[in-house]
């Protein structure tokens, strides 16, 4: 009776489910998306299709098939599967399925495939508890993250681990979903809809079929067709893949800066926005601009680090939302502004001369002579001042060593231009 009673729920449940978690692949062939790491003939698809999946760690933005990929591979596998969410699981939690595995494979010789989703919210301590199963072999560890493992994952762990990138779906990719999921609910989607829908969800398909759900329910209230407005009521924000604190806080900078060394006001307008948006600290975003006035615009206009200096302190008065026109100023005049990193080179070029001569002192006649006895010591001796001989412009004043090197190598950019930077 009992059994009957948990079938009858069982089904309740699976009816009444999202129609995201009804739709979940079951196979490879119901997968859709991740060419890059799953088409014909690629490592990991072959390792599934003859269960051998090593430990991996499976990493993307949400809804681009991470659980269900590791679901998949559960299915078709002949290991004992043990799931852990990385959120709730404690080291007793961990310990409990490892001396399962090791029971196992004692006594049945079964593996065990433990899938862990959120690996990344595991602490060191939980991490160190996976590790000599992992290295051994008690079980194969599958990690599903949607934070960059490189900056989250113990290196000793990440070592032993294969790692996969998983990518947003695409606009035609989301679209094969978007179908899949309107033949479920016995809707009638037209292709510029489905269109819509694709666009809306941002590259995540468990929210391109949300959105599609709760646009056909409002339909149905409304006892009409499927309608442009339904779809934009249910999507409501595109949603923004930006984490301040992680992956995407580095990413999102890199591409901003990358943009306005190469001159590009468009992308670069575009990657601020998004950062902002997506709540990232203006005072960042303005420090890195001060740096890149310097390394990459440098003397080829030298107003460049007034402006991004005065974008830093706009933001520090007037605050946000306001200071967002004044770092979109900033961005715009840096992208435009010609480019020299001949200030950049020079430094790192002498510093690296300090560093192999150990700081040669100047030459006697630039060293200090202002105190009692410096003359005796032959300080200031020769030293030719500039303002009352002109031949004082013309003396190489680095060190005995160095004398005739050069570092600053004039760009030829902007106020560059000239060989003597004039």
């Known amino acids: 009776m009992s059994d009957l009673f948990a079938d009858s729920a069982r089904a309740q449940i699976e009816e009444s489910a999202p129609l995201a978690l009804r739709l979940r692949p079951r196979s490879l062939d119901q997968f859709v998306g991740q060419q890059q790491v799953l088409g014909e003939g690629s490592a990991l698809r ?130 094969v979903v978007v179908r899949r999921g309107a033949e479920t609910l016995g809707t009638e989607v037209p292709d510029e809809l489905v269109a819509l829908v694709a666009r809306r969800a941002g590259g995540d398909a468990r929210n391109a079929l949300n959105i599609l759900e709760l646009a056909a329910q409002t339909a149905r209230a409304e006892k009409g067709p499927l309608r442009e407005e339904h779809i934009e009521d249910a999507a409501r924000k595109r949603p923004l893949v930006y984490d301040k604190g992680g992956d995407a806080h580095y990413d999102f900078i890199s591409a901003f800066i990358k943009s306005m060394r190469g001159s590009d006001p468009d992308a670069s307008v575009y990657y601020l926005a998004a950062m902002l948006e997506g709540g990232e600290d203006p005072r960042f975003i303005a420090r890195r601009m001060i740096v890149l006035a310097s390394e990459d615009i440098g003397n080829a206009d030298p107003r460049a680090l007034l402006v991004a200096v005065a974008a830093a302190q706009a933001v520090e008065h007037v605050g946000l939302p306001e200071a967002r026109l004044n770092l979109a100023q900033a961005a715009i005049y840096l992208a435009r502004a010609p480019k020299s990193n001949a200030s950049y080179a020079a430094l790192k070029e002498a510093a690296a001369d300090v560093r192999q001569l150990g700081q040669t002192r100047p030459p006697d006649e630039l ?56």
């Open 46 to 175: 072959l390792a599934i299709g003859e269960d051998r999946v090593g430990s991996s760690i499976l990493y993307g933005p949400p809804g681009t098939g991470k659980t269900t990929l590791a679901r998949i591979v559960a299915q078709t596998t002949g290991a004992a599967f043990e799931e852990l969410s990385a959120v709730s699981a404690t080291v007793k939690d961990v310990r409990e399925v490892l001396a399962r595995a090791r029971d196992r494979l004692g006594s049945t010789g079964q593996r065990t495939i433990l899938f862990l989703d959120e690996i990344h919210r595991f602490n060191k301590a939980q991490q160190d508890a996976l590790l000599p199963a992992v290295e051994e072999g008690v079980v194969t560890l599958i990690g599903a993250t949607t934070e960059n493992p490189y900056f989250e994952v113990n290196s000793a762990l990440l070592s032993r681990c294969q790692i996969y990138e998983l990518q947003p779906l695409s606009e035609e990719e989301l679209a």
């Open 367 to 422: 060293r200090d002579a202002h105190y009692r006895g410096a003359k005796k010591l032959g300080r200031g001796e020769g030293y030719v001042y500039p303002h009352s001989d002109p031949s004082g412009f013309e003396v190489d004043y680095l060190p005995e060593p160095l004398k005739g090197k050069q570092y600053y190598r004039p760009s030829g950019s902007g106020e560059e231009g000239s060989e003597d930077g004039n």
